[in-house]
């Protein structure tokens, strides 16, 4: 298990160093790009925001008691917007999109693999990685700090409801209130993380299906393992970032 672990973490390295090769080389493939662009916003955004908008109905229902033992209610805003911006806004909509994308992804190469689609495209002389993967890749990593942001707003948006109905908050103070308690430190390590959890989503997703095995099986056991392998990965990332960002900020 270790040497197949090990020779995993190469092979996907290898994979993702392949890509920072021909990133920058001719031909480019602006409208595929687009479309990708398009498939993994247009493919998540919904899911993304009706999300974001019952975490934020949750977390301030479910904290809405224990402050107001400690008479700090007024504290709520501030507390919500730190807590889903910081960390639970960027990891839940990774994980979603972990699942939805990476593993339509890898499904998608799989499937091309498994019915030789790939191999014609080699003889008929396009570069197969440029147009599958490449712009896979980008996509992913553009796309995903557009959701994440999305579905920070719907969260607040869920969380100034639950305010509204039992303390009669308006939306105007509310937000007032959140963007008085954010802080340059809160918005743009968050950000940046989300570029690094795009960039996973899509490697992974785009590795397990281009190597898929042959038959119908391989592209299951390729669209399950891009979810768990990318999950994990997202996790180890997100520790990286708040060590750093601690390092820098404390």
Same mark, same amino acid.
């Given at each position: 298990?270790?040497? /197949?672990?090990? +020779?995993?973490?190469?092979?996907? /390295?290898?994979?993702?160093?392949?890509?920072?090769?021909?990133? +920058?080389? %001719? %031909?480019?493939?602006?409208?595929? +790009?687009?479309?990708?662009?398009?498939?993994?916003?247009?493919r998540s955004l919904f899911l993304v925001g009706i999300t974001g908008f019952i975490i934020g109905l949750v977390f301030t229902l479910?904290?809405? %008691?224990?402050?107001?033992?400690?008479?700090?209610? /007024?504290?709520?805003?501030s507390m919500v917007s730190i807590s889903i911006i910081r960390e639970i806004g960027p990891i839940i909509a990774a994980l979603i999109c972990a699942g939805k994308i990476g593993s339509g992804i890898g499904a998608e190469i799989g499937s091309m693999r498994v019915t030789e689609q790939i191999d014609a495209m080699e003889v008929s002389g396009t570069n197969p990685f440029k147009f599958l993967v490449i712009t896979r890749i980008v996509a992913t990593t553009l796309m995903l700090p557009?959701?994440?942001?999305?579905?920070?707003?719907?969260? +607040?948006?869920?969380?100034s409801l639950v305010q509204n109905l039992k303390d009669n908050t308006t939306f105007l103070l509310y937000f007032n209130l959140v963007f008085n308690s954010l802080k340059f430190s809160d918005i743009v390590p968050a950000t940046i993380k989300t570029f690094f959890f795009g960039f996973a989503i899509g490697l992974i997703g785009c590795y397990k299906g281009y190597y898929c095995k042959r038959g119908t099986a391989g592209v299951g056991k390729a669209a399950n393992a891009a979810?768990?392998?990318?999950?994990?990965?997202?996790?180890?990332?997100?520790?990286i970032a708040v060590f750093v960002t601690n390092i820098f900020y404390d």
């Open positions: 298990m270790v040497t /197949s672990f090990l +020779l995993e973490i190469g092979e996907i /390295s290898y994979f993702a160093g392949r890509f920072f090769k021909d990133f +920058l080389k %001719p %031909p480019y493939e602006f409208k595929e +790009l687009l479309h990708q662009c398009y498939n993994v916003g247009n479910q904290s809405r %008691p224990t402050l107001m033992q400690f008479g700090a209610v /007024s504290w709520m805003p557009l959701l994440v942001i999305f579905g920070d707003f719907m969260a +607040l948006i869920g969380s979810v768990v392998y990318t999950s994990v990965l997202i996790f180890i990332i997100d520790f």
